[in-house]
């Protein structure tokens, strides 16, 4: 290709490099002149062009990169369709994104004009989620380096999507004074939210003493359990480990297994145990890993989970990249794929959980109040039934089946959330990681609480979203301040999963990197009733 200016008149078969605008219209980027083109661009008096003129052997952009992707194996990914010498790679399947960077900079080295971008090695992935994308850097390249690239990308995988497989999980939990049986409580709720995305089942608990006898009698109890699923031992120790002869390894010893590795360069998760019995893995988790929040426990749960056979060398070679910061995971940038809007769905979480404490103690509940007629918790579901949702979840804790009752009978999911005394963090996770919300494009946050709040505000909310491609996040205003419902791409979920304590989604929106679209609902958008005052100024009557 030969790049540079031309004089007009001798531009005929040239690309252009840039737009060029003239009275009558003009001609964009990579248009490719031809003699009527330059009798236009002459009459404008456009003397010169910045232009490519294509050589032979030369491929043009698009042509380039969709050579270049399609000489992958197509398993487990899928492609767009080259535009503007790019083609995206997104995953087809939830999994984990292992890749070969020494492979990568092999393509990226073939020519500058080739490049390959991907994400780090071993990053959990959803199904849809953009993974890797080709760019040719001009409007046409050489075919041979085109070649080049596309011989290397047969003989070597440079990156792959490994499916995680659902497994069977026994959880080994040890007891000391010291530690409050509602810790060991949370501790099992936390561990099936890290699995959903496997598919993976919590299939028993077993809490036994501090000792390392006990904890080996209980491995070979799970190891003899009729499970139809691979098998997988989790054991959370009461007491840190801190020596390799301490409770878990040893009882990993005395259960007839071999300790692989005991501590790992990843902070938080120093403290993790791995060992294996026969085929099957036990991992001692850190105590960081009862908490939500990513730490090294999330790395190897994740491989093992793939199909992964985790060795020392895997473990003690986490160290660069192991400082965990606190930061919410970011979206996927560049992904130009777009849906039609009607494919773009979005599910509703009902946040019914709270403790309704400004009702007064013993007082009537904020959401069996009547509005209408209905208690509010009820109109509220309708209305968000009534917006077109593609699914309904009503998140469900203080005054449980009061609550469910109210619900009778509407056509949604009901998930109990036992924590709810812990605050909105607690019932944003049991909703968003219900499946319905897992697989939706977006989730609307809506407090059942806002009886101002319409079928049809929900409806101008979805609108925006989908306008956006999903790709924003939507959130209703009221003269121009925040306020709810808001709705969350797919592409913060997994920080939502992580939020603890008596916090919503405000963070993630504001760091998300992500553009926010307000809806002005006018004081619909503020109005919530806290308190017996509050329902009676809102239209309500305090019932139950």
């Not at 120093?270 to 730490?295: F, I, M, Q, T, W």
């Not at 093992?304 to 970011?330: F, K, T």
């Not at 939507?474 to 979920?493: E, F, Q």
């Not at 619909?524 to 305090?542: F, K, Q, S």
Request: charged share 20%; proline share 6%; hydrophobic share 45%.
């Amino acid at each position: 290709m030969i790049f540079g200016e031309f004089s007009t008149v001798e531009a005929e078969g040239a690309i252009l490099a840039h737009s060029v605008r003239l009275a009558d219209g003009g001609f964009s980027k990579g248009h490719r002149l031809v003699h009527d083109d330059i009798d236009r661009l002459t009459a404008a008096g456009v003397e010169h062009v910045i232009a490519a003129r294509i050589e032979p052997g030369d491929l043009m952009e698009d042509e380039a990169a969709e050579r270049l992707a399609r000489a992958m194996a197509p398993d487990h990914i899928t492609f767009s369709e080259a535009a503007t010498g790019r083609v995206n790679i997104h995953s087809a399947v939830d999994g984990l994104f292992v890749a070969n960077r020494a492979a990568v900079d092999r393509i990226n080295n073939v020519d500058p004009a080739i490049t390959l971008a991907c994400l780090a090695d071993h990053v959990p992935v959803r199904s849809g989620d953009m993974i890797a994308t080709f760019k040719i850097i001009p409007l046409a390249v050489s075919g041979s380096k085109v070649a080049a690239g596309v011989e290397i990308l047969r003989q070597t995988p440079v990156f792959e999507v490994k499916p995680f497989q659902p497994h069977a999980i026994s959880l080994i939990a040890t007891e000391l004074p010291s530690l409050k049986p509602a810790v060991m409580d949370k501790t099992a709720r936390i561990l099936s939210q890290r699995l959903q995305p496997s598919g993976s089942v919590l299939q028993r608990e077993e809490r036994v003493a501090h000792r390392a006898s006990a904890v080996a009698d209980a491995i070979c109890r799970a190891m003899a359990a009729p499970d139809r699923l691979p098998k997988l031992v989790i054991v959370f120790g009461a007491s840190a480990v801190i020596d390799a002869g301490d409770v878990i390894p040893e009882a990993i010893r005395l259960g007839g297994g071999d300790v692989i590795h005991v501590g790992m360069p990843v902070d938080p998760g120093n403290l993790l145990v791995l060992g294996r019995v026969n085929d099957v893995y036990v991992v001692g988790a850190p105590g960081c890993a009862r908490s939500p929040k990513e730490n090294g426990f999330d790395w190897v749960l994740d491989r093992i989970l793939a199909g992964e056979r985790p060795a020392p060398q895997d473990i003690s070679g986490m160290g660069v990249g192991g400082l965990l910061m606190e930061i919410q995971s970011r979206p996927r940038p560049r992904d130009i794929a777009t849906k039609p809007a009607s494919q773009i769905s979005v599910a509703v979480v009902l946040l019914a959980a709270g403790k309704a404490s400004r009702m007064g103690e013993g007082g009537s509940h904020k959401l069996l109040a009547e509005f209408d007629g209905v208690p509010l918790v009820r109109r509220s579901a309708l209305i968000a039934i009534e917006s077109g949702a593609s699914d309904i979840v009503a998140v469900t804790g203080h005054r449980r089946d009061d609550i469910e009752d109210a619900l009778r009978g509407l056509a949604l999911e009901r998930v109990f959330n036992p924590d709810y005394a812990s605050g909105m963090a607690s019932s944003l996770v049991a909703g968003v990681g219900t499946q319905a919300a897992q697989k939706a494009d977006g989730v609307l946050v809506m407090l059942a609480d806002m009886p101002g709040v319409t079928g049809d505000d929900l409806k101008a909310l979805t609108a925006s979203f989908r306008e956006a491609n999903g790709q924003a996040i939507v959130r209703a205003v009221s003269g121009g301040k925040r306020g709810n419902p808001v709705i969350l791409p797919r592409s913060v979920l997994n920080a939502v999963m992580r939020l603890e304590g008596d916090v919503g989604a405000r963070h993630i929106i504001e760091t998300s990197g992500l553009p926010v679209i307000d809806v002005e609902l006018g004081e619909a958008a503020h109005l919530d009733v806290d308190t017996p005052e509050a329902v009676v100024a809102a239209g309500g009557v305090l019932k139950g």
